[in-house]
């Protein structure tokens, strides 16, 4: 089991920055990749970034340039640095871990870009 609780999410004008943390306790030692995904209303689930065990990141082609991955080990924390934000940046953002072939979430953290 894994848990993962989100947090750094608010409100900010377009073009600003925040930083997204989400912190893993549980069985992390067996945690395969973790990612961040964000859902607008109406809109399905897309994924955001993920960054693997061994350090590989992706990233969605809308955030490339503007959005960083990272990680903490000592802290088990997973961060999300969201630069030059968007209006349609606007989502629930959730923190992803897969663990051999389950899959956790987090509750969630709010994003708002006003424009």
């Known amino acids: 089991q894994v848990q993962l609780v989100e947090s750094g999410g608010g409100l900010v004008q377009a073009g600003g920055s925040l930083r997204l943390s989400c912190a893993a306790s549980?069985?992390?030692?067996?945690?395969?990749?973790m990612g961040w995904y964000r859902q607008a209303p109406g809109k399905q689930r897309e994924l955001v970034a993920t960054?693997?065990?061994?350090?590989?990141?992706n990233y969605a082609d809308s955030v490339k340039g503007r959005f960083t991955i990272s990680r903490d080990n000592a802290k088990n924390t997973v961060y999300l640095r969201m630069n030059s934000l968007k209006p349609e940046d606007t989502a629930v953002y959730s923190c992803?871990?897969?663990?051999?072939?389950?899959?956790?979430w987090g509750q969630g953290t709010q994003v708002t870009v006003s424009s």
């Open positions: 549980g069985s992390i030692f067996r945690i395969k990749a």
């Open positions: 992803n871990a897969i663990v051999a072939v389950s899959s956790y």
């Open positions: 960054i693997l065990s061994g350090g590989n990141t």
